[in-house]
């Protein structure tokens, strides 16, 4: 496909090229269950509804522009072989294509792709791709990939800048409404590098322009709301890559060009939210959700939809590593105001510790990290303490107990390097 801007690229994407991939993708993906949400109903008071794009073979949307991109090559560019850059889940959906078409692949993912992702990329793969690790970033990982096109002559399969891409993502809102029996008034969707955000702004544009579409990002990596205020793509000067599936630095620019016409509510959602989200989808729900799975329900913390409306939210992947679970209990408690770390001065003698115990914790209290420095000759020794309260309204009484307290307190400030350290 030849293209010469991107507003002829972004007039490719229409409503009935999306309708085109969904054929293309029959057999292939699966019907992803809508389900009515009873939690995040309750909480917002509209009628929720989560679209499990979890449950696809590779466990996320991102077989569906994959496939519809690779499915479209010519005899040549298919002998030739394809090359990806991926954070994770593209880059199974690029492998899961590979194998099904028969065509050799080289996916490039950045240092911080979890080893649970990777692994699955060869698995699915099945012996037709080649597995590359390189740099610290999806954008670091994408200039090699794009290296390997302009020295090899591979093609490329954007994860999201790309008609065919954004066509094949974009059929996940028509499926939507086809189970719901009718649009949305809201639909929720992640925001990386913005490919089924243009999708489905574009068909629902066209189809059912009712319908409002909330674009949902993490705060650490909201490329998508810092380019439509800029007026065009911006890098982000610092990238959190928590989020991992959903960490790009710089959004496509077809994708911005087709959200900048279309106007979606964009809505930053901070890491601990989405930690805590994903907790609830677990242990209430049943839902393994990555963090890019959890970011369009986590923003239902932040963008409150009127009662009663019909909202759809996207689980979009399931693809988290179970290591990881640790870290994201951690930020969870840290957003909610349960955990909280200080720097204790201890008196070295007999009972200090008891005496803090007593005299400043909090009958449900509970002291979740203690590292000590080692006794030595002087009056007093420093511990880091990690507390997590029982209740998160404690706080202001645990603060008044440690300054009515012998023993000196400091607390540690989010941003401090100790902090860091501990979470």
Request: hydrophobic content about 40%; charged content about 25%; proline content about 6%.
């Amino acid at each position: 496909m030849t293209v010469t801007s991107h507003g002829n690229r972004a007039a490719s994407v229409t409503a009935e090229s999306i309708e085109q991939a969904a054929e293309r993708l029959a057999g292939v993906v699966i019907e992803s269950p809508l389900q009515f949400n009873k939690r995040l109903s309750d909480a917002t008071g509209a009628q929720v509804w989560l679209k499990r794009e979890d449950l696809q073979p590779v466990r996320s949307y991102k077989l569906r522009g994959a496939y519809n991109l690779i499915a479209q090559l010519d005899a040549g560019e298919r002998a030739a072989g394809v090359v990806c850059a991926s954070a994770g889940n593209h880059g199974q959906g690029v492998a899961f294509a590979c194998a099904r078409l028969g065509i050799h692949g080289r996916i490039v993912v950045p240092s911080t792709t979890p080893r649970q992702k990777r692994q699955r990329m060869r698995q699915l793969g099945e012996g037709s791709v080649e597995l590359i690790v390189h740099g610290d970033s999806y954008d670091e990982a994408a200039a090699l990939a794009q290296g390997i096109v302009d020295e090899d002559g591979l093609t490329m399969v954007p994860a999201f800048d790309d008609p065919r891409t954004i066509a094949g993502q974009g059929t996940v809102v028509a499926e939507i409404v086809r189970q719901l029996g009718r649009a949305p008034e809201r639909l929720i969707v992640p925001v990386g590098g913005g490919g089924m955000l243009a999708g489905c702004l574009t068909w629902l544009a066209e189809r059912h322009p009712e319908t409002k579409v909330v674009g949902a990002e993490p705060s650490g990596a909201a490329s998508m709301a810092i380019a439509l205020e800029a007026g065009r793509p911006r890098d982000l000067p610092r990238l959190d890559t928590f989020v991992d599936g959903a960490a790009v630095r710089r959004v496509g620019d077809l994708p911005f060009s087709i959200a900048q016409r279309l106007k979606p509510h964009m809505v930053s959602v901070p890491e601990g939210r989405i930690c805590s989200e994903m907790l609830e989808l677990y242990q209430t729900d049943g839902v393994i959700a990555e963090p890019a799975g959890a970011l369009a329900s986590a923003a239902l913390g932040i963008y409150r939809p009127n009662a009663g409306r019909v909202v759809v939210a996207i689980i979009s992947g399931g693809n988290n590593d179970l290591s990881r679970y640790a870290e994201i209990t951690e930020r969870a408690l840290v957003y909610e105001g349960r955990k909280h770390y200080f720097l204790v001065d201890f008196p070295q003698e007999p009972g200090a510790l008891r005496r803090f115990l007593d005299e400043v914790l909090g009958p449900d209290d509970d002291i979740t990290l203690f590292e000590y420095v080692k006794r030595s000759n002087r009056e007093t020794g420093p511990a880091l303490v990690g507390i997590e309260l029982g209740d998160p309204a404690d706080l202001h009484g645990l603060l008044d107990r440690m300054l009515n307290s012998r023993i000196g307190v400091e607390r540690i400030p989010p941003d401090s390097p100790f902090y860091r350290f501990a979470v």
